[in-house]
């Protein structure tokens, strides 16, 4: 993923993988009326968050905006560049929100009318709240927002359950709460559909967090109170009894000793889950309604009650909101889909969205200077960040957002999102989004990334489709003035540093256009603030697509067929350029967007044909691979001449006419090269609608090492003022060769100033895998901040990137070091961050020097193919001596399931219908697995993982519950690892597509749980010098010196069987990681973990098959008994599984199992098992009537079983030792074990039964309370023996009451006397036995002694998290 846009300012550094996000920002909040005396400036630092998309944090996509520190827009040149800056009052306020910089303040000025009306935008980002500032109307009265959608998915809530109200007006919530439902709202059907969310499954990380804190504020006091009380009572029996010898008096101290250890426990281990909210929604005759209970946000009894709501219909239809409480502030929007069975409540994943959709469009009449760029225009949000995720956009969010900007008919389409791709201008969402452009002729602009300053780092889809508008972020002067409150702002304007640069792997020049890409914007009401700076090229896009929208806004009030192809033929032939070298068009694309320009363009040529260029180019000779560009990045491809055969295709809108359009279509094009010597092509070329190739040849021979950049442009021959109908980039890298053994490469004496960034560019050596590096500075006073990163392009890879921010305080040396691949061209781009060092006027000195270390093998992924053979590696040094010291573990497990069920569905819904009409389907799999131990896992699908954008595939979403239906973990196609407890677990994953087909063939899926193997269960591997060393034990290899030129081979040695963590069923792999080399500046103890040396590679091993059972298959000795003794038994076990299998639902079935009971008894009298199976059957009953009777009986049946069994016998066989070997008696001794268990089952059930007996009676065994709620059933009177207690007393000879299975009747014993604090400890130290899955019924008991207590806090506590433990059925996808 790319680090599009951390989703807050970010003040540290966005990098990838190992170093905090590159960003800084400052927050805005001010008052009504802006003045300058009411602004606050404040800066926050915000850690990059689990699953939010810094890309820095997470290889993953991400809303693209990445702040930083920085600089601001001028009025100088259009451009922004600027000698003498100052700034007042109104330039400051400007500054915060740039418009002179692309023209758009220029142009509104000279067209008011023309300032986005008419123009609707879709916003695909993380959510636009409706409540925000400057974004309720347009600047011409019209509602801002037409509609609110969450695309993912994330905030439906399931309402398919229907209840009919009561003859008080109350319904049942799906929750388990009583609803009053208000009289007056219209409800035709009498119909209520309800359902319910844990509302912190709506809020975004931050606010969670924020509403934790002040939670558990007002949980602690009243817990605090608690304390207090129990610690009272405590005290008072202390003084009452100073001495504690009797044994009742010492339980009940105990008890009040508990209850006080359990209040300051359950401080320990405060977990909030969050509130429920409870959902209704009804059909009140002309449209669906919705109405929430939020009781449990509020803090006053009577605040949140259903009736009191003011009920939604769907956003689009009355454009409504609601906001939750006052505490959270938190605004959404309700929409009702599939008639009434699913509620979607839309709130945001982020502010990015609403920050983003500020940019384009905010309308603030008290202060115009803070508008955004498009006051008038409108906008629908189009959620795609998912919050489930963190905000991670989804395939499903991209699917809808796209069929929803069609269905409202949206001029335009804003993206800040995107991520590394592995395969350019191609994918299911590119195929959408090139109907979007070309058939429904939207304008779609996205960002280019913030994975700068390299080249190559623009990402999908806006840097790598050809049909989006990409836009890389530009900083003014004014800006960095102004919003970023720098010393000394720049002269002139530049490109953020981390903005991402082109060109694409296929070589399209990857960056459109630059726009600012910073601004102080509205941001969502949850954050207690009005507007907060972000920056990013999540912030040039929404700058450059409010600017599209002027234009666009302009073009329809004149009549000028608005087209996507004419916008962008446009704003790209009027951009200002930003740089004066070529190459620059890398970093900015044809320049800084100028809103005026393009009017004045499509006013001269806006009835031209209305037409795209599509180039195709191969290297002549050769069909494949396609191209977009010419890109010549190694070292063969720059020494010598090659020809290009170039495809140039007019590409219509769908709906163009033949005869009208295509046939009449013929352009005379002039081709002209930017170099002549270096690129020459045919000087003209006839177009007709049919396209035309021609050839071009390219010679590099004769430039120096470094980047060359060229174009060749087609210009109109009869209208050569339209500037280039189409361009073909041509980038050429000349890479310095590496010819000093040892290979080493310096780059002395680099002068650096702020923003300045230095390319090298190395042909890295056959048989380089690492890089150590040094890098050292001097002459600069204050601190420096520099980017430093290393890129290779490797064929149907993703760009390997390598990045580090540094920051020197003082001059000093640093040392790196990095995996490479030997052949391929690595860039070096080192950066000084834009705004550092700004105010001093010394530049930085920078020494950088390379050295190249590598250990060529002959297996760079090692598989172990179960064996007990040993692998042979054969290794050496091809560059310069090496110290050869191989490491290998294996750390984590995989294990292969399919699917145990599948499920295909049409997805009913409008929002899941194509624009063509087809209705997208899903394909829900299940798979089962266990964890013996609790684990860190996560699912792998290796088909459909890490890849959102270049992938045919529309979507995936996996959720993992256990079996009382708890969700533990979801995830997309980048899965996480989660921590599980040990269980059994259902995967159930999630697929859509509108190809049945595709769908069908995925039925027998094949996915992976990876599980990480605990660090005692971490296998390390071992070397030997011989190929018998794995079984001789001798010869171990530890470590050599590998001389050029000279092979070495060794032995990796599989695991030992023994060394086989537990559950690793064969076929399952074990994986993990080898190293060969270590770094020359690792300690002694360096390079041991293969990880954590800068280069390793992939290490499986395959489980083979279990070792048989020695004894397996052994022939059981004959017994002594008869055929007719043995048919005999056999018999009788059939008809007792026959009673067993019976159902006993209805009377009748009742009847004839009590027949078939009382026959066996009498055919088989004092039969221990038939005993125990009738006691079984009348415990399975449901439909009981008179439950005393009941519960009689089940004690009689019991007390047969107890009557049956000789307990002397039983007593005597187990205080005698049995021989484990020998099997008769081994024998004996289960069938006693299942005779001592069918005892001590008869024995609990019938004291259940008693205390079931007891409660319905409603006796209360026992003595008085011996203290304030405390009974102790010792106190007994003689005449009245307590029969409880005294079959709890045989209970305990034969059972561990403490245990799982028999702890709960320890529990009631404890409650019975009156002993609750002690009944809560023993309880909580059965939930915490993880030996069984959570039980229900014993945190139902848990809630009723807390409610006994009096302890509301907790009792309140608990059963919001019975929604989380033991919800009714899993939530939607």
Same mark, same amino acid.
């Given at each position: 993923?790319?680090?599009?846009?951390?989703?807050?300012?970010?003040?540290?550094?966005?990098?990838?993988?190992?170093?905090?996000?590159?960003?800084?920002?400052?927050?805005?909040?001010?008052?009504?009326?802006?003045?300058?005396?009411?602004?606050?400036?404040?800066?926050?630092?915000?850690?990059?968050?689990?699953?939010?998309?810094?890309?820095?944090?997470?290889?993953?996509?991400?809303?693209?905006?990445?702040?930083?520190?920085?600089?601001?827009?001028?009025?100088?040149?259009?451009?922004?560049?600027?000698?003498?800056?100052?700034?007042?009052?109104?330039?400051?306020?400007?500054?915060?929100?740039?418009?002179?910089?692309?023209?758009?303040?220029?142009?509104?000025?000279?067209?008011?009318?023309?300032?986005?009306?008419?123009?609707?935008?879709?916003?695909?980002?993380?959510?636009?709240?409706?409540?925000?500032?400057?974004?309720?109307?347009?600047?011409?009265?019209?509602?801002?927002?037409?509609?609110?959608?969450?695309?993912?998915?994330?905030?439906?809530?399931?309402?398919?359950?229907?209840?009919?109200?009561?003859?008080?007006?109350?319904?049942?919530?799906?929750?388990?709460?009583?609803?009053?439902?208000?009289?007056?709202?219209?409800?035709?059907?009498?119909?209520?559909?309800?359902?319910?969310?844990?509302?912190?499954?709506?809020?975004?990380?931050?606010?969670?967090?924020?509403?934790?804190?002040?939670?558990?504020?007002?949980?602690?006091?009243?817990?605090?109170?608690?304390?207090?009380?129990?610690?009272?009572?405590?005290?008072?029996?202390?003084?009452?009894?100073?001495?504690?010898?009797?044994?009742?008096?010492?339980?009940?101290?105990?008890?009040?000793?508990?209850?006080?250890?359990?209040?300051?426990?359950?401080?320990?281990?405060?977990?909030?889950?969050?509130?429920?909210?409870?959902?209704?929604?009804?059909?009140?005759?002309?449209?669906?309604?919705?109405?929430?209970?939020?009781?449990?946000?509020?803090?006053?009894?009577?605040?949140?009650?259903?009736?009191?709501?003011?009920?939604?219909?769907?956003?689009?239809?009355?454009?409504?909101?609601?906001?939750?409480?006052?505490?959270?502030?938190?605004?959404?929007?309700?929409?009702?889909?599939?008639?009434?069975?699913?509620?979607?409540?839309?709130?945001?994943?982020?502010?990015?969205?609403?920050?983003?959709?500020?940019?384009?469009?905010?309308?603030?009449?008290?202060?115009?200077?803070?508008?955004?760029?498009?006051?008038?225009?409108?906008?629908?949000?189009?959620?795609?960040?998912?919050?489930?995720?963190?905000?991670?956009?989804?395939?499903?969010?991209?699917?809808?957002?796209?069929?929803?900007?069609?269905?409202?008919?949206?001029?335009?389409?804003?993206?800040?999102?995107?991520?590394?791709?592995?395969?350019?201008?191609?994918?299911?969402?590119?195929?959408?989004?090139?109907?979007?452009?070309?058939?429904?002729?939207?304008?779609?602009?996205?960002?280019?990334?913030?994975?700068?300053?390299?080249?190559?780092?623009?990402?999908?889809?806006?840097?790598?489709?050809?049909?989006?508008?990409?836009?890389?972020?530009?900083?003014?002067?004014?800006?960095?003035?102004?919003?970023?409150?720098?010393?000394?702002?720049?002269?002139?304007?530049?490109?953020?540093?981390?903005?991402?640069?082109?060109?694409?792997?296929?070589?399209?020049?990857?960056?459109?256009?630059?726009?600012?890409?910073?601004?102080?914007?509205?941001?969502?009401?949850?954050?207690?603030?009005?507007?907060?700076?972000?920056?990013?090229?999540?912030?040039?896009?929404?700058?450059?697509?409010?600017?599209?929208?002027?234009?666009?806004?302009?073009?329809?009030?004149?009549?000028?067929?608005?087209?996507?192809?004419?916008?962008?033929?446009?704003?790209?032939?009027?951009?200002?350029?930003?740089?004066?070298?070529?190459?620059?068009?890398?970093?900015?694309?044809?320049?800084?967007?100028?809103?005026?320009?393009?009017?004045?363009?499509?006013?001269?040529?806006?009835?031209?044909?209305?037409?795209?260029?599509?180039?195709?180019?191969?290297?002549?000779?050769?069909?494949?691979?396609?191209?977009?560009?010419?890109?010549?990045?190694?070292?063969?491809?720059?020494?010598?001449?090659?020809?290009?055969?170039?495809?140039?295709?007019?590409?219509?809108?769908?709906?163009?006419?033949?005869?009208?359009?295509?046939?009449?279509?013929?352009?005379?094009?002039?081709?002209?090269?930017?170099?002549?010597?270096?690129?020459?092509?045919?000087?003209?070329?006839?177009?007709?609608?049919?396209?035309?190739?021609?050839?071009?040849?390219?010679?590099?021979?004769?430039?120096?090492?470094?980047?060359?950049?060229?174009?060749?442009?087609?210009?109109?021959?009869?209208?050569?003022?339209?500037?280039?109908?189409?361009?073909?980039?041509?980038?050429?890298?000349?890479?310095?060769?590496?010819?000093?053994?040892?290979?080493?490469?310096?780059?002395?004496?680099?002068?650096?100033?702020?923003?300045?960034?230095?390319?090298?560019?190395?042909?890295?050596?056959?048989?380089?895998?690492?890089?150590?590096?040094?890098?050292?500075?001097?002459?600069?006073?204050?601190?420096?901040?520099?980017?430093?990163?290393?890129?290779?392009?490797?064929?149907?890879?993703?760009?390997?990137?390598?990045?580090?921010?540094?920051?020197?305080?003082?001059?000093?040396?640093?040392?790196?070091?990095?995996?490479?691949?030997?052949?391929?061209?690595?860039?070096?781009?080192?950066?000084?961050?834009?705004?550092?060092?700004?105010?001093?006027?010394?530049?930085?000195?920078?020494?950088?020097?390379?050295?190249?270390?590598?250990?060529?093998?002959?297996?760079?992924?090692?598989?172990?193919?179960?064996?007990?053979?040993?692998?042979?590696?054969?290794?050496?040094?091809?560059?310069?001596?090496?110290?050869?010291?191989?490491?290998?573990?294996?750390?984590?497990?995989?294990?292969?399931?399919?699917?145990?069920?599948?499920?295909?569905?049409?997805?009913?819904?409008?929002?899941?219908?194509?624009?063509?009409?087809?209705?997208?389907?899903?394909?829900?799999?299940?798979?089962?697995?266990?964890?013996?131990?609790?684990?860190?896992?996560?699912?792998?699908?290796?088909?459909?993982?890490?890849?959102?954008?270049?992938?045919?595939?529309?979507?995936?979403?996996?959720?993992?519950?256990?079996?009382?239906?708890?969700?533990?973990?979801?995830?997309?196609?980048?899965?996480?690892?989660?921590?599980?407890?040990?269980?059994?677990?259902?995967?159930?994953?999630?697929?859509?597509?509108?190809?049945?087909?595709?769908?069908?063939?995925?039925?027998?899926?094949?996915?992976?749980?990876?599980?990480?193997?605990?660090?005692?269960?971490?296998?390390?591997?071992?070397?030997?010098?011989?190929?018998?060393?794995?079984?001789?034990?001798?010869?171990?290899?530890?470590?050599?010196?590998?001389?050029?030129?000279?092979?070495?081979?060794?032995?990796?040695?599989?695991?030992?069987?023994?060394?086989?963590?537990?559950?690793?069923?064969?076929?399952?792999?074990?994986?993990?990681?080898?190293?060969?080399?270590?770094?020359?500046?690792?300690?002694?103890?360096?390079?041991?973990?293969?990880?954590?040396?800068?280069?390793?590679?992939?290490?499986?091993?395959?489980?083979?098959?279990?070792?048989?059972?020695?004894?397996?298959?052994?022939?059981?000795?004959?017994?002594?008994?008869?055929?007719?003794?043995?048919?005999?038994?056999?018999?009788?076990?059939?008809?007792?599984?026959?009673?067993?299998?019976?159902?006993?639902?209805?009377?009748?079935?009742?009847?004839?199992?009590?027949?078939?009971?009382?026959?066996?008894?009498?055919?088989?009298?004092?039969?221990?098992?038939?005993?125990?199976?009738?006691?079984?059957?009348?415990?399975?009953?449901?439909?009981?009537?008179?439950?005393?009777?009941?519960?009689?009986?089940?004690?009689?049946?019991?007390?047969?079983?107890?009557?049956?069994?000789?307990?002397?016998?039983?007593?005597?066989?187990?205080?005698?030792?049995?021989?484990?070997?020998?099997?008769?008696? /081994?024998?004996? $001794? !289960? &069938?006693?074990?299942?005779?001592?268990?069918? @005892?001590? %089952?008869? =024995?609990?059930?019938?004291? +259940?039964?008693?205390?079931?007996?007891?409660?319905?009676?409603?006796?209360?065994?026992?003595?008085?309370?011996?203290?304030?709620?405390?009974?102790?059933?010792?106190?007994?009177?003689?005449?009245?023996?307590?029969?409880?207690?005294?079959?709890?007393?045989?209970?305990?000879?034969?059972?561990?009451?403490?245990?799982?299975?028999?702890?709960?009747?320890?529990?009631?014993?404890?409650?019975?006397?009156?002993?609750?604090?002690?009944?809560?400890?023993?309880?909580?130290?059965?939930?915490?036995?993880?030996? /069984?899955?959570? $039980? !229900? &019924?014993?945190?139902?008991?848990?809630?009723? @002694?807390? %409610?006994? =207590?009096?302890?509301?806090? +907790?009792?309140?506590?608990?059963?919001?998290?019975?929604?989380?433990?033991?919800?009714?059925?899993?939530?939607?996808?």
């Amino acid at each position: 993923m790319q680090c599009h846009c951390p989703l807050f300012n970010v003040s540290s550094t966005c990098r990838a993988q190992t170093t905090p996000s590159r960003a800084s920002a400052s927050s805005f909040s001010t008052r009504s009326t802006l003045t300058l005396s009411s602004l606050l400036i404040t800066t926050k630092k915000l850690r990059p968050k689990r699953r939010l998309k810094f890309r820095c944090k997470l290889n993953k996509s991400m809303p693209l905006s990445s702040s930083t520190g920085g600089a601001g827009g001028g009025d100088g040149d259009g451009n922004g560049s600027l000698r003498r800056f100052k700034l007042n009052e109104s330039t400051f306020l400007a500054s915060l929100m740039p418009k002179k910089e692309i023209g758009a303040d220029r142009f509104v000025e000279a067209n008011p009318q023309f300032d986005g009306r008419g123009v609707v935008i879709a916003i695909f980002d993380s959510g636009v709240d409706p409540a925000a500032a400057g974004l309720q109307v347009t600047s011409d009265g019209k509602p801002k927002i037409l509609d609110v959608i969450d695309c993912t998915g994330s905030g439906d809530i399931d309402t398919s359950t229907v209840v009919k109200a009561d003859s008080d007006g109350c319904i049942r919530g799906a929750s388990g709460a009583t609803l009053v439902v208000n009289s007056s709202w219209k409800n035709p059907s009498g119909e209520w559909h309800v359902g319910y969310k844990l509302v912190y499954e709506l809020f975004t990380e931050s606010l969670t967090s924020r509403l934790k804190s002040e939670r558990k504020k007002k949980w602690e006091e009243k817990n605090q109170e608690a304390i207090a009380k129990a610690v009272k009572h405590l005290d008072e029996f202390n003084q009452k009894h100073k001495k504690v010898e009797d044994g009742k008096l010492k339980r009940v101290r105990e008890d009040l000793q508990n209850r006080v250890d359990i209040l300051r426990k359950q401080a320990e281990s405060y977990d909030d889950k969050g509130p429920v909210v409870d959902a209704v929604v009804w059909h009140d005759g002309e449209v669906w309604r919705v109405a929430l209970d939020t009781q449990s946000l509020e803090d006053e009894p009577d605040h949140g009650k259903l009736a009191d709501f003011a009920p939604l219909t769907n956003y689009k239809t009355e454009r409504k909101y609601g906001v939750f409480s006052k505490l959270d502030a938190c605004t959404f929007v309700a929409n009702v889909y599939d008639e009434g069975n699913v509620l979607s409540i839309v709130t945001d994943s982020s502010p990015h969205g609403t920050h983003v959709a500020g940019i384009a469009t905010a309308f603030n009449p008290e202060e115009p200077l803070l508008n955004g760029i498009a006051p008038g225009a409108q906008l629908i949000s189009c959620k795609i960040g998912d919050t489930r995720l963190g905000s991670m956009e989804t395939g499903t969010g991209l699917t809808r957002a796209f069929i929803a900007a069609v269905e409202h008919k949206c001029d335009l389409i804003n993206m800040s999102y995107g991520e590394p791709t592995l395969l350019p201008d191609y994918g299911r969402f590119i195929d959408l989004v090139n109907e979007a452009v070309n058939k429904h002729r939207l304008v779609f602009v996205s960002s280019a990334g913030n994975s700068g300053p390299a080249l190559n780092t623009v990402g999908a889809p806006g840097g790598t489709s050809s049909s989006i508008i990409a836009v890389g972020a530009y900083v003014s002067p004014a800006m960095a003035a102004g919003a970023h409150c720098v010393v000394e702002p720049p002269s002139e304007g530049l490109e953020y540093t981390w903005s991402s640069r082109g060109p694409t792997a296929d070589g399209d020049l990857g960056v459109c256009i630059s726009a600012p890409g910073g601004a102080v914007a509205p941001v969502s009401t949850w954050t207690l603030q009005r507007r907060m700076l972000m920056n990013g090229t999540s912030m040039a896009s929404p700058s450059a697509c409010g600017g599209i929208a002027l234009l666009v806004s302009a073009m329809k009030a004149n009549a000028i067929p608005v087209s996507p192809y004419t916008v962008r033929k446009a704003v790209e032939n009027t951009s200002v350029p930003i740089g004066a070298l070529a190459e620059d068009k890398l970093s900015t694309g044809h320049g800084l967007l100028q809103v005026d320009k393009a009017y004045e363009y499509v006013q001269q040529y806006g009835n031209v044909p209305c037409v795209s260029y599509q180039i195709k180019i191969n290297q002549s000779g050769k069909l494949t691979p396609t191209y977009r560009g010419i890109y010549l990045r190694d070292a063969g491809a720059s020494q010598q001449s090659t020809e290009w055969t170039v495809q140039v295709e007019p590409k219509f809108h769908e709906d163009a006419s033949n005869l009208e359009e295509l046939v009449p279509f013929e352009e005379c094009i002039e081709l002209h090269s930017t170099d002549k010597a270096v690129l020459r092509a045919p000087e003209y070329l006839l177009l007709t609608h049919n396209g035309r190739s021609f050839n071009v040849v390219v010679d590099p021979t004769n430039l120096e090492d470094g980047l060359h950049y060229y174009e060749i442009c087609g210009i109109d021959c009869k209208a050569p003022g339209r500037g280039p109908l189409f361009r073909i980039p041509v980038t050429i890298i000349k890479p310095t060769a590496v010819v000093k053994r040892p290979p080493l490469v310096s780059f002395s004496r680099m002068s650096f100033l702020p923003g300045q960034i230095e390319r090298r560019f190395i042909e890295v050596p056959l048989g380089a895998t690492w890089v150590e590096a040094t890098m050292r500075t001097s002459g600069f006073d204050t601190t420096r901040r520099f980017f430093v990163d290393t890129v290779q392009v490797c064929p149907l890879q993703r760009p390997l990137k390598w990045e580090n921010v540094v920051t020197f305080s003082s001059p000093v040396s640093k040392n790196f070091a990095f995996p490479v691949v030997g052949g391929q061209t690595m860039e070096l781009a080192i950066a000084q961050f834009w705004s550092s060092g700004m105010g001093s006027h010394e530049t930085t000195i920078v020494d950088f020097e390379i050295e190249f270390h590598g250990i060529a093998v002959n297996k760079d992924e090692v598989l172990l193919d179960g064996s007990e053979a040993p692998v042979r590696i054969d290794a050496e040094a091809l560059l310069t001596s090496e110290r050869l010291a191989p490491a290998a573990v294996l750390n984590k497990i995989r294990v292969p399931c399919r699917p145990i069920e599948t499920k295909l569905t049409v997805l009913p819904t409008n929002r899941d219908k194509l624009p063509s009409g087809k209705q997208i389907l899903a394909l829900t799999l299940t798979y089962k697995f266990k964890l013996e131990d609790g684990a860190e896992v996560k699912p792998q699908i290796p088909l459909l993982n890490n890849r959102i954008y270049d992938t045919k595939f529309e979507s995936q979403f996996y959720m993992i519950s256990d079996t009382n239906k708890r969700v533990y973990a979801q995830g997309d196609v980048y899965p996480d690892y989660s921590k599980l407890p040990k269980g059994d677990y259902n995967l159930q994953l999630y697929l859509r597509h509108d190809n049945v087909q595709y769908l069908e063939k995925m039925k027998q899926l094949v996915l992976f749980i990876e599980r990480k193997l605990e660090e005692k269960d971490v296998i390390r591997l071992s070397f030997f010098s011989q190929p018998d060393g794995p079984i001789m034990g001798n010869g171990t290899y530890k470590s050599s010196i590998l001389v050029p030129g000279k092979k070495e081979a060794f032995y990796l040695s599989p695991p030992g069987k023994d060394k086989l963590p537990k559950n690793s069923p064969q076929g399952s792999i074990l994986l993990g990681a080898i190293s060969y080399g270590k770094l020359s500046f690792q300690g002694q103890e360096g390079g041991k973990n293969p990880q954590k040396n800068p280069v390793s590679y992939e290490i499986a091993y395959i489980v083979p098959p279990n070792k048989l059972d020695e004894d397996k298959g052994k022939g059981s000795p004959t017994g002594t008994k008869t055929v007719s003794e043995r048919l005999e038994e056999e018999v009788r076990d059939a008809k007792i599984k026959v009673l067993g299998s019976l159902k006993q639902e209805t009377d009748e079935e009742c009847s004839d199992w009590k027949k078939l009971a009382a026959s066996l008894k009498s055919e088989y009298p004092k039969y221990t098992p038939l005993l125990a199976k009738i006691l079984e059957g009348l415990l399975s009953r449901s439909n009981v009537g008179d439950k005393i009777h009941h519960y009689e009986e089940v004690i009689d049946a019991a007390n047969e079983v107890v009557d049956s069994i000789d307990q002397d016998e039983l007593a005597k066989f187990f205080s005698q030792k049995s021989d484990p070997e020998d099997e008769e008696t /081994e024998k004996i $001794k !289960k &069938k006693m074990e299942t005779t001592r268990d069918q @005892l001590a %089952e008869a =024995l609990y059930q019938k004291a +259940l039964a008693m205390l079931e007996i007891e409660s319905l009676k409603g006796e209360k065994s026992g003595a008085e309370a011996a203290t304030e709620g405390t009974t102790d059933v010792d106190k007994t009177s003689d005449s009245q023996p307590d029969l409880f207690e005294e079959n709890f007393k045989e209970l305990k000879k034969w059972a561990d009451v403490k245990s799982p299975k028999y702890g709960s009747l320890l529990v009631l014993r404890e409650k019975r006397c009156g002993r609750l604090g002690t009944a809560l400890k023993v309880l909580g130290d059965i939930i915490q036995d993880d030996s /069984e899955p959570p $039980k !229900k &019924k014993l945190y139902e008991l848990k809630i009723s @002694l807390l %409610e006994e =207590l009096g302890w509301s806090h +907790l009792t309140t506590y608990e059963k919001l998290w019975m929604h989380v433990r033991f919800p009714p059925s899993l939530p939607l996808f």
